[in-house]
């Protein structure tokens, strides 16, 4: 008889006790008491082992990964309100490409603030957007809103110096810009993808002071603390349970990751790390749900970066369509701002305002200028972000 | 509870079955300290800094109350120019007295009500229009950070005109009478019934006193560094720098009050300020127990870092906003030298020591 038999029985018991462990707050003496029975049972059976193994029972082989995010005790519910009340936002700020709709700034920073007596939601929500940005950006947002608002009141087509609407060529689109081309909507939807949900998904919730807590006490519906937190992040990200099989359904940053999923294969790589990431988390393996925590950062920026490109593409080819233009150009500023509020970006905001410097003049969010741009500006930042962010494979594909 | 029931049920399986292995020591050995010698300390902290430190605060808060008077009676240049280098004074005081917080100063809040910053600029304009509220807390709209912006914020005659508002001027009083009579009633607790329970109070129980010095000592330790360098510079914020949220960003006095707020922790752990010689300290009983980190001398170690952050800080020029966006490799060092000093602080000594940490720095607010 050797010890490996003995440390393989001791690595089983700890499972079961481990899982039990999750499952209830209530001590389970009858789990206690079979524990013991086994181990006396143990006691007879392997008694007389060899002294050489350390004898040090690690529980983080043994457990499986499920194929999508159906494991015990998840809640996300306040994320997918965040996720609502921002498309019910978006929706409202791009009916004012109608000449008779005018947007109410109150309204727009009541449903920010979720100040819900001046909101005017179609839902009901007991959540906020705002205090959930990134704090030293929150006076950005509200600025933009303030613009939203005072443009919104434009009725006539923009030209340089002039808010006003902008219709693409085949008249399938038309977008609300500012004096400066730039179209406001964009950045406060893709802007807060970036400060509110990457931000709360990559910095908070993975970030160490959410995810060192307690992983022992189960709170019946949400798990334990650090699996709550888990499950938070997860659901900033905007994917049904089964994505990326099913990809019907998908919010924000869900969306765009599968806008660009035929060239990064981000889709299953992001997935695949939030499932290992909660199962280890489960079975108390920190080791690997430290590993999911650097490639969710990773790949979630990716999709932040690829989108940027895509749209960046889709400017220059656009180009002298001046609603395409503008559009995609304002889209791409988001996305690349949104590349700020990662944790473990791996890029530093001095590049990243290099990147929106260049396209827009300056990096500030409140007061970009498409009015110069030209398609080698466009390009050389879709190269140099390419280059830093690992893309130049795909760049022309994007 | 259950883990550990399992653990020492394979332990006790191993023994039974002749599995012997090299057995590493269970716990470390917790050092005595005689009774004697921790009243000796808690005295020494009472008596040589703690009392003195509020004992100064007190008086230097008296003396800009009666400044401030006199300025909103008789509102001149000059007496603008008192005022504002009375408060100065008693903001570098009160630097002093921050470490000690517990007993009296957690009784009166006295943090949030001198010292909570950056000032909520909203907060402030509400508490002026709708009256100070002295029960009204965490709020970031009063203390040394108000009359920061308020005595300080534009030019000689902006700030005259602004402060002689009546709502203006009515804030001011109210705000500086809460402050002095907070810390005039901490003061006289030191002085009474608290001073002598703390010099009494030994043992290393959570709430005894050498557990507050040690949390205490390191809590403030933890927002110097946060607060004070952390946030400005972005290196907690995602690399977003924040200059105006330093400490006396309007007086320009953030380097001073960063000094003196290190100069104050140093004197918690060295037991005096400047010239006092003999004296008990933290530093002193590390080193009479000849505690160990690794295998160096603990009081050594801390002593050695101590140093190379207090010359990073030396190192630095003008005020702290300036050097956020403009010095960040010297606010860096200045950061990661902090940030390895806790590890002894916070890690090192309590263990040694077998004290608990028991303050919470950052409580979650998770939805």
Known sequence: MNCEILIYFCKVLIRLNLNKNKKSKSPDMFNLKSVLILSIGAMFAFSSCSSDDEVIPTPDDSYDVPVTYNFDNVSYSGQTQRLAMMSEMSSLMKSAVSPDVTLDVNQLLAMYANDSDNAGWTGIYSKQLKNKTFEPVQADFETLLNEMAAISSATGEYAV????????????????????????VQLIEKGLMGACFYYQA???????????????????????????????????????????TNTDGLFFWAKYSNTCNEYTDNNKELMDAFLLGRAAISNDDLATRDNAITTVRNVWENVSAAAAIHYLNDAAEGFDDVAVRLHTLSEALAFIYSLKFNDGKTQNNDTIDGYLSTLAT????TAFDLTNITVETILSVRDALALDFDLDAVKENL | MRLFSVLVICVSIGFFSSCSSDEAPISSLCPTIDEADQTAL???YKDELIIPAYTQAVSDVQVLKSGLDNFLNNPSTDNLLDVQNQFKTAYLSWEYAEPFYFGPAEDQLIEDHFNYFPIDMENLQLAIQNGFDSDLTEKYDRGFPAMDYLLFNGSESEIIEALTQSDVRTYLLANIENMESRIVAVEEAWRGSFGASFVANTGKADGASLSQIINTYNRHFETIKRNRIGLPSGILTLGFKQPQVVEGFYSAMSLELAKASVAASSAYFYGHVGGTDAHRSIYSLLNDLELLSGNERLADKMDAEIKVFANHLDDINGTLDYAVEFETETINELYQSMSGFVVLAKTDMPTALCISITYVDNPSDSD
């Open chain 1, 161 to 184: 110096g002039t808010a006003g609407t902008v219709t693409k060529a085949d008249g399938s689109k038309t977008y609300l810009v500012n004096e400066k081309g730039v179209e406001p």
């Open chain 1, 202 to 244: 990559t910095s908070v919730y993975l970030g160490s002071g959410k995810m060192d807590v307690d992983n022992t006490i189960v709170e019946e519906g949400e798990g334990t603390e650090m699996e709550h937190h888990w499950d938070e992040g997860f659901g900033y990200f905007g994917a049904p349970i089964d994505f990326p």
């Open chain 1, 362 to 365: 300056t990096s500030d969010i």
């Open chain 2, 42 to 44: 808690f005295e020494f």
